[in-house]
């Protein structure tokens, strides 16, 4: 491959950048040389394998994402600060494909939080220094565990496995309505709420990009599985915990409470995600009721989101 003299097979769970490197340093190459490569490659083999034969199926919108032509939200991908399990590390030393989404901020095999920094010096990893064993700047291996390891929510962790299972497009049993929500469109929405729930209360910057950082992926990836993982309740939870925290309560309506969510919510008109309008819409309609000839989103009667959270709110 790429008229290399040592070839090395892929990994079946292998990042498409993790490959590259492994394969680089397989023949004393720097990572970031087969990485300019790929963006424009032409070798047969290389293509044939990013187009599904035999590599993971993260391999092709990856690498239409580096030559510059992606297929997802550039969101998607996080292709520059790379994050790592040490126990899966330890295990096998090779980059996981699903460490490279943007919003995968745990291990949901061994329950611990990746890092994205030496445990040693404390520097950002960066795949221009990226090697599977160890820190390049400290020589510190990174299958060495920390003593004291964070602890990961239950909410944290439902949702970094809804997003391994949807990279994988393996079916799994879900609260109805976000069955059909393929990995692209779930992690948007999730990256685009669970923002918008932290910039309501006060703990995230108001321009948020990119999930690079795990500092900025970590707290949307919570929030996210916090309204997610026990849908309808879950986001009804989160709401009533911005409206505790605003100083708008008391006076104020839900576009001076929710500011920016509210405006999230609103953009959810397409027909796969409606039904995360409409859940919104009935807890409106709820707390503030003279509010419900303004919503967008009506129906002649209650759906059973409707009345479930009706119930809800009933003292």
Known sequence: MFDLLIDVRPRTDESLLGYLHRLADANGLEGRVLQKEAKSATCAQYLAMVHGNGAHPSWLP???????RPLQTTR???????????ACLAESLHWRARWDISLMTACGRHKLRLL??????G?????????AS??????????IRAGIEKHVAYEELWFVRELEQRLMRQSRMLDLPLKHIDLDRFHEIAFRLGAGVMRQLGRMPRKVRLA????VAQPIALSAGRIFSRWPKGLFDVLEKIRGCSAEMATGGPTAIFGILHQEFSSLYK???LFIREVFDSYLKGRWPHCARRLTCSAEVLSASDLYISAQLTP
């Not at 994205?116 to 010096?121: G, H, K, L, S």
């Not at 690079?212 to 500092?215: A, F, H, L």
């Open 271 to 273: 027909d796969d995600v």
């Open 212 to 215: 690079r950082s795990m500092d």
């Open 123 to 131: 520097k950002h990893l960066s795949w221009d220094r990226h090697n």
């Open 134 to 143: 160890y820190c390049l700047s400290c020589a510190h291996p990174l299958t």
């Open 62 to 68: 990856v690498h239409k994402e580096l030559a510059g």
């Open 116 to 121: 994205d920094c030496c445990q040693n010096c």
């Open 76 to 86: 998607l991908w996080n292709l520059r600060l790379p994050r790592y399990c040490p």
